[in-house]
């Protein structure tokens, strides 16, 4: 493990433990809060579907299975997951992006871990300019930004010939 993985596992197994990331459902109204209309609008078309099959003599039996399919489905948006981020799932686009986005895009790396890197003895001094002209042309880094710093040195270590043909680095 490079030192520059080491300290970006670091920084995100501590916005984990601070943000609550853990991937365990909990129980939250913010669907509510943040969608009233849509809540109502879930409501309204409840009881007309109630109304129908209220009227209707082939599906009055059948209208326990309208409470029944309602009241689970309705049950999912009373709940909040907040995903884990993980270093593998950097630059991974499977259906892991689904759930839980490109976080490493839109989400900016914490200033301690940029000061970490360049502080760092194990860090090479090459990779050290690079993430300061980085920093310099951008303003704020990603922790795809910093990933990629991270690749493209362990790609030139490993196969030196193929660096050139990666735009990437």
């Not at 109304?51 to 309602?70: E, I, N």
């Not at 194990?122 to 690079?130: D, L, M, N, Y």
Request: some cysteine; overall charge positive.
């Amino acid at each position: 493990m490079s030192e520059i993985q080491r300290l970006l596992t670091a920084a995100i197994d501590k916005i984990n433990v601070e943000e609550n990331r853990d991937n365990r459902p909990r129980y939250s109204i913010r669907f509510i809060r943040n969608h009233p209309g849509l809540f109502i609008a879930m409501y309204i078309g409840w009881f007309a579907t109630l109304a129908v099959m209220l009227c209707s003599p082939v599906l009055k039996d059948s209208v326990w299975l309208l409470f029944v399919l309602f009241a689970l489905l309705n049950g999912f948006f009373f709940f909040d997951v907040k995903p884990r981020y993980r270093y593998n799932d950097i630059d991974v686009l499977d259906l892991r992006v689904c759930y839980n986005g490109e976080w490493y895009n839109t989400r900016f790396a914490p200033a301690s871990l940029i000061d970490a890197i360049l502080a760092s003895p194990r860090v090479a001094e090459h990779q050290k300019t690079q993430l300061q002209r980085m920093r310099l042309k951008k303003g704020e880094l990603s922790f795809y930004d910093i990933y990629s710093l991270n690749y493209c040195a362990t790609r030139a270590v490993n196969k030196p010939q193929t660096v050139a043909l990666n735009r990437r680095c």
